[in-house]
């Protein structure tokens, strides 16, 4: 059973549109959230991440929202290009966990369309 | 040096073939990970070394045997597989085991098994 539910599962998005992807979570233990960038050939790579205290972090054009009360986070890709085409994925953590351990959702593959 | 490397790059493989996959990072870091990944799926976690000792292993078939020589290393051993583990081997490093560390992902091996 998937910890974190991601949407959408694809998505099309013109160049200088805006892509936005959502997760969702059940387990309020979760008080680490990053998402990570995958190119085809490549391992994920660690794009952005943020903690529960605060509601918004931004790097760049990308940018994560977070909802506390509704257990809800999204990513923003602002004016999207080309090289952003890839698949995202959510995850998320605990330090409760005495492991760490990523629980992934199910990953969003974006087009950006020249 | 951030870099996680992974070798080979690509292996093919006979259900009765005994073969390595190998990790190295030089990044200092004390956990490493082994993650499979299928084609449009996120990464499961399979093995965590924590200080060169298995900490985690989450009900792997006995066919993959991970062995860590030393801090820097990891190895995959693979032997009487099944076409269902044809998959992309990922290999991560983090600080330590605990929450909030980056997780600094391989390339991967892509594994095909006949």
């Known amino acids: 059973q998937q910890q974190v539910k991601q949407s959408p599962q694809s998505l099309i998005v013109q160049k200088g549109g805006i892509s936005i992807i959502n997760c969702a979570y059940e387990?309020?233990?979760?008080?680490?959230f990053p998402w990570y960038q995958q190119f085809p050939g490549k391992g994920p790579a660690l794009l952005i991440a943020?903690?529960?205290?605060?509601s918004e972090k931004k790097e760049g054009r990308f940018t994560i929202s977070f909802n506390k009360s509704a257990k809800q986070f999204s990513l923003h890709i602002m004016d999207s290009q080309p090289g952003d085409s890839a698949t995202y994925f959510c995850?998320?953590?605990?330090?409760?966990?005495?492991?760490?351990?990523?629980?992934f959702g199910a990953g969003t593959q974006v087009v950006v369309t020249p | 040096d951030t870099e996680v490397t992974q070798t080979p790059k690509h292996l093919v493989m006979g259900m009765t073939n005994k073969k390595s996959l190998k990790c190295e990072q030089h990044?200092?870091?004390?956990?490493m990970y082994w993650y499979k990944q299928k084609a449009k799926k996120p990464p499961e976690l399979m093995f965590v070394?924590?200080?060169?000792?298995?900490?985690i292993n989450e009900s792997v078939p006995s066919r993959f045997s991970p062995e860590c020589p030393n801090s820097s290393l990891l190895n995959l051993h693979l032997h009487a597989l099944q076409p269902e583990d044809s998959a992309l081997y990922l290999c991560?490093?983090?600080?330590?085991?605990?929450?909030?560390?980056?997780?600094?992902f391989g390339p991967g091996t892509r594994l095909t098994v006949l």
């Open positions: 991560a490093s983090s600080q330590d085991q605990t929450a909030y560390n980056e997780q600094f």
């Open positions: 387990n309020t233990a979760f008080d680490y």
């Open positions: 943020i903690r529960p205290d605060v």
């Open positions: 995850a998320a953590t605990s330090k409760t966990d005495s492991w760490g351990k990523l629980q």
């Open positions: 990044m200092g870091h004390r956990a």
């Open positions: 070394y924590s200080y060169e000792k298995l900490s």
